[in-house]
């Protein structure tokens, strides 16, 4: 991936970025078309790698998108400020993202369902729970084996306003 300005490469500020943005904008390859859907998260980050957990209903588009092609791309994003100059060239926005590409498998395994929905509700309420085989029954877990991402922050350029 190429590297670009702003861009993050510490792994504390790439997890703060991850624990603070909740939505994953996770786009699949639906026949050749793309197919871009707003999702909440969990994620673990070992040794660099990074994977990410959604959970859906057992049945949908998505599912049978995945079924076909399991490579996805992902967007998530946080901080945003707004700031203005004195020309419209000089507005922008402050932002913090992370970026990458995957791979997505529809869990099977009762057992790392439940914990990849702990995963989730942790990341999302900062909460613990956990589920029992018939509450994991109920619902689809999408595991997205990262194989590459990025992550940048924008900050507001310096004598600009908020
Ligand atoms: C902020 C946010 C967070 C969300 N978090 C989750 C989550 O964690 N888990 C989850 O399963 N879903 C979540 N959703 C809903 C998600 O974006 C999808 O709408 C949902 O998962 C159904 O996707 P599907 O492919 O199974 O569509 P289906 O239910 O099979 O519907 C098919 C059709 O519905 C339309 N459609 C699908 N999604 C949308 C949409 N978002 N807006 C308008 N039209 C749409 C499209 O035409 C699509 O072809 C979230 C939505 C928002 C806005």
Aim: glycine share 6%; charged share 30%.
């Amino acid at each position: 991936m190429t590297r670009r300005e702003h861009e993050i490469t510490d792994m504390n500020r790439i997890t703060e970025i991850l624990d603070k943005c909740k939505i994953v904008h996770l786009a699949f390859i639906d026949e050749g078309k793309p197919y871009l859907l707003p999702m909440n998260y969990g994620y673990t980050m070992e040794d660099g790698r990074l994977t990410l957990y959604v959970h859906s209903a057992t049945e949908g588009h998505k599912l049978d998108v995945i079924r076909e092609n399991p490579t996805v791309s992902f967007e998530m994003e946080c901080d945003l400020e707004p700031f203005e100059g004195k020309v419209a060239c000089q507005y922008g926005l402050a932002y913090s993202t992370v970026f990458g590409m995957g791979t997505a498998e529809i869990l099977d395994d009762p057992k790392e369902k439940g914990a990849a929905l702990s995963n989730l509700m942790k990341v999302q309420s900062g909460k613990d729970f956990t589920f029992d085989e018939k509450m994991v029954s109920i619902v689809s877990v999408i595991k997205i084996r990262v194989t590459e991402y990025a992550a940048k922050h924008r900050a507001v350029p310096e004598g600009l306003q908020k």
